[in-house]
Nanobody, 124 residues
Framework: QLQASGGGLVQAGGSLRLSCAAS????????MGWFRQAPGKEREFVAA????????AYADSVKGRFTISRDNVKNTVYLQMNSLKPEDTAVYYC???????????????????WGQGTLVTVSS
């Protein structure tokens, strides 16, 4: 089970940090990802991290502004979002897949467990 938190209302240029807490004792065996869905749009990939944390991947639209990380002791994955833009407004979802692949997973269908989403609103 995944529980996302940290969303809210922020002005353009501001920062937020999203957290996604996972239950269970095998978190370190799960690849993790963040996706987002804006109103009227399809869900899109944001960032991904391998189970070990050794490799990450980002959508071009967030590269250089967002950072994904994980704490395998706290069973939590984070998404640090800086220099936020109004177009970052969306519901953000975390997802997981039991795999030790060394390549970050960037496609939604490959993930098997999804959190409930947290709303991020960026005002101009």
């Amino acid at each position: 089970q995944l529980q996302a938190s940290g969303g809210g209302l922020v002005q353009a240029g501001g920062s937020l940090r999203l957290s996604c807490a996972a239950s269970g004792r095998t978190f370190s065996s799960y690849a993790m990802g963040w996706f987002r869905q804006a109103p009227g749009k399809e869900r899109e990939f944001v960032a991904a991290i391998t189970s070990s944390g050794g490799s990450t991947a980002y959508a071009d639209s967030v590269k250089g502004r967002f950072t994904i990380s994980r704490d395998n002791v706290k069973n939590t994955v984070y998404l640090q979002m800086n220099s936020l833009k109004p177009e970052d407004t969306a519901v953000y979802y975390c997802a997981s897949k039991l795999t030790r692949t060394t390549v970050p997973i960037t496609t939604a269908p490959r993930y098997t467990i999804w959190g409930q989403g947290t709303l991020v609103t960026v005002s101009s």
